[in-house]
């Protein structure tokens, strides 16, 4: 995931450039992504615990990576039988590693795309998405801007679930009201929840 040194390395792989990927077709691959300050993927224990509550979502979905870094997630879930993926990175490096390690993967069905989340959030999207990964640096209040415009541009199908990791819980957030906390935990310092979108029903 695309970080800032303010959320340090929290593994020795982190510290190497590479990742594992923990389940599905690609179990046990290993993949190098650039050793830059702060790029680092999301713990595999963090990854195993998500993709545990997502285990019945993830076949066939369309997966959205706006802050994508490594892409840890985003391969994790391709990986897991999702059909088509999205990644948004804005350091070039990093989005050209990503590129890389899909070809090397065979993944012809995700694309990554050099942008500014934000800037690209504020656009419309040829089909929504089923799942949604929110991993942006901290300190730099990004992530609810993110989740609003994801709510108020079309981005998400209507039971979209979206995950979220932050420095604050989840609880204090502010994030749309039609998003209803399903499981959270934390680790550290860092915040990491799996939300559901509602459809909101006119007039009531």
Avoid at 84 to 102: I, Q, S, V
Avoid at 126 to 150: G, I, N, Q, T, Y
Avoid at 188 to 195: D, I, P, R, S
Wanted: with cysteine; charged share 20%; hydrophobic share 40%.
């Amino acid at each position: 995931m695309a970080r800032t040194p303010s959320k340090s390395a929290r593994t020795p792989a982190a510290a190497q450039g590479q990742l594992r990927i923990i389940g599905g077709d690609w179990r046990s691959r290993r993949l190098s992504f650039p050793d830059a300050p702060g790029l680092r993927p999301t713990p595999d224990r963090v990854r195993e615990t998500l993709f545990n509550w997502l285990a019945p979502y993830v076949e066939g979905a369309r997966v959205l990576d706006p802050f994508a870094g490594s892409g840890a997630l985003l391969l994790e879930a391709l990986s897991r039988g999702a059909s088509r993926g999205l990644a948004l990175e804005l350091n070039p490096t990093a989005a050209a590693a990503l590129r890389g390690n899909l070809e090397l993967l065979r993944a012809g069905n995700a694309e990554v795309r050099q942008a500014d989340a934000l800037q690209h959030l504020q656009g419309a999207t040829a089909e929504p998405f089923d799942l949604v990964f929110l991993d942006p640096p901290f300190h730099k209040d990004l992530l609810v801007p993110a989740c609003l415009l994801l709510e108020s541009r079309g981005w998400l199908a209507s039971h979209a679930w979206i995950y979220t990791e932050s420095e604050s819980a989840p609880s204090s957030l502010g994030l749309p009201g039609n998003w209803r906390l399903h499981r959270e935990k934390h680790t550290g310092q860092v915040h990491y929840a799996l939300w559901q979108r509602q459809t909101m029903t006119v007039g009531t």
